[in-house]
């Protein structure tokens, strides 16, 4: 589309050029002049150009309303030949409706159940039956309802509407699990006031509107554990989500999930690399957060034994009993000694690692995740004894001092000690693609496809208790479907689709005109910001960055 205009007229001086559109109701644009290149815009930034001078033409670009880019010519009006077509400017003024969530990618209605029938896919099972080829695969009302082959849709959607996609070229699978991520909280994931925070909870600072939920449901990410950081040895507790991309807070937390709680080991939580202002908390020593261990369990069962006791006096002994003091920090204590929250540890070295087993086995619970755990490959024997998992990265070392001793084949030693072994991201960016990060096992350790792909969907849902209806694709399970272009494990597979309990949540054609939705809107704020600067006070910008999240961040923004 080339920019087309009966008159234009540049007059004015190299210091101060004024260039006037005479179509555009004599608009006088805002335009500089530097050498042979010339910059001009409108008052309200809707329309903006650049171009380069040359014998009586200038050549260049400009930006529409929708911000769309488009080439332009100009040409002295004694070389034209003939008359040109006129070039009309139109401006979207209309306010849009709210969206969900109101911003970027968000949808223009909540997201509903879809009946769906994939035809002939490649399916990645999980289960004893393993990958099946040219199968079908039917989900409705969020569940999985059908695996097989020929399907008729009329078997499951009798009376309801269904869409049906050919998956003949596709691979179809679960839904990635994240294990250990820090997405979608607000206002920072430490609180490192102290050595134990079991009080507090990630699921009270959930933020459905983090864009890196929607960019993961594009790299096959359906849920996470949000967990607490790693300031302290007892930190808070975790939320377990489903990326529902539009739903609110309350709505992204899976239904009837175990609570767990992040512990730590290691430089964080003795402050080692907090600076020399920052050691004025215990523990400073890793023998010092055993003892934090120790203390914290033993005042949790002396607690517990307070409460049984006045549990057992009678009504008429009660009258006259003055209760314990409820604790809040103890009384998750209590449910971690009562199997009714699990640990989940940051962990690096042997020996931490040996000394926390050797701490749950003498206070009598079992830890059920150690993270990280990149030294893990040393003592999984003794992991696969006292029955915790493990999740690890693919291949992060020697990024600090306590993991110079980390090597890329640890998932695979883990996982053929026979340790629930899944790989997580701990990071924004590789949530993303965790399907690439679980390949690594099958490149560094020989690990089957299968195996490695059960690292990031269904090991995951076992470490976190959801394999009863997560983490593969059988009858009963939730709708929680990723279409690949590829086998999931290569580097060329990229996702076509992305259903969360039935629902699509991402979809490669719809993201195309999301895209182009949001491009308009972008400059009817633009519009409406220019307007509103030239007709009020100066005002400072206030620039936003993006808050990233990892174990260590000490900071709320």
Aim: glycine letters at 6%.
């Amino acid at each position: 589309n080339e920019f087309e205009n009966n008159l234009v007229a540049i007059e004015g001086t190299n210091a101060k050029p004024k260039l006037t559109l005479f179509h555009l109701d004599s608009i006088a644009l805002t335009t500089s002049l530097s050498g042979n290149n010339i910059t001009f815009s409108n008052p309200n930034g809707t329309f903006r150009a650049s171009g380069k001078y040359n014998n009586g033409h200038i050549i260049g670009n400009y930006q529409d309303s929708l911000g769309n880019y488009h080439s332009f010519r100009m040409q002295r009006d004694s070389l034209f030949e003939s008359k040109e077509d006129q070039f009309e400017l139109v401006i979207d003024n209309n306010t849009p409706s709210v969206w969900f969530p109101n911003k970027a990618h968000g949808f223009a209605d909540t997201p509903q159940y879809k009946n769906v029938l994939f035809k002939n896919a490649t399916v990645w099972t999980n289960e004893e039956i393993g990958i099946l080829q040219n199968t079908d695969v039917a989900i409705s009302e969020g569940k999985i309802i059908a695996i097989g082959t020929l399907l008729n849709p009329n078997d499951y959607f009798s009376e309801e509407e269904y869409q049906t996609i050919d998956a003949s070229n596709y691979n179809l699978t679960c839904g990635i699990i994240d294990e250990h991520s820090h997405i979608a909280i607000s206002k920072g994931v430490n609180e490192g006031s102290q050595a134990v925070t079991a009080e507090v909870s990630i699921a009270d600072v959930i933020n459905p509107n983090d864009h890196n939920i929607y960019r993961q449901l594009a790299g096959g990410t359906v849920a996470s554990q949000l967990l607490h950081g790693s300031a302290n040895p007892i930190g808070g507790q975790a939320a377990m989500v489903k990326l529902r991309w539009g739903a609110n807070a309350e709505e992204m937390k899976i239904a009837g999930a175990d609570g767990f709680i992040k512990f730590a080991l290691g430089e964080n939580v003795k402050q080692s690399n907090w600076g020399n202002f920052e050691r004025i908390r215990f523990p400073q020593t890793r023998m010092g957060v055993e003892q934090v261990f120790y203390d914290a369990f033993y005042r949790a069962k002396a607690y517990q034994k307070q409460w049984e006791d006045y549990n057992n006096l009678s009504q008429k002994e009660k009258r006259n009993t003055t209760p314990p003091r409820e604790d809040i920090e103890l009384n998750t204590l209590v449910e971690i000694l009562n199997s009714e929250r699990f640990v989940t540890c940051h962990s690096y070295i042997q020996s931490e690692i040996n000394m926390l087993m050797h701490v749950a086995d003498s206070m009598g619970f079992t830890v059920n995740t150690f993270t990280h755990i990149l030294e893990g490959y040393k003592v999984a024997d003794k992991m696969q004894e006292h029955g915790v998992g493990g999740s690890t990265f693919s291949d992060w070392w020697a990024y600090k001092f306590e993991v110079n001793d980390a090597i890329p084949y640890n998932a695979t030693l883990l996982n053929n000690a026979g340790v629930i072994t899944a790989i997580n991201s701990d990071d924004a960016e590789m949530g993303r693609r965790l399907n690439q990060e679980a390949a690594k096992a099958v490149k560094y350790g020989r690990t089957s496809e299968e195996d490695a792909w059960k690292m990031v969907t269904l090991n995951p849902a076992k470490l976190l208790h959801l394999d009863t209806h997560m983490g593969s694709i059988k009858v009963g399970n939730d709708a929680d479907i990723v279409l690949w272009t590829d086998n999931p494990l290569s580097i060329y597979a990229k996702v076509v689709q992305t259903y969360v309990d039935g629902k699509l949540l991402f979809d490669v054609e719809v993201d195309k005109e999301l895209r182009a939705r949001d491009k308009a809107e972008r400059m009817r704020i633009i519009k409406l910001m220019s307007e509103d600067k030239n007709g009020g006070e100066k005002r400072k910008p206030q620039p936003t960055k993006e808050i990233l999240y990892h174990c260590d961040t000490e900071h709320e923004e």
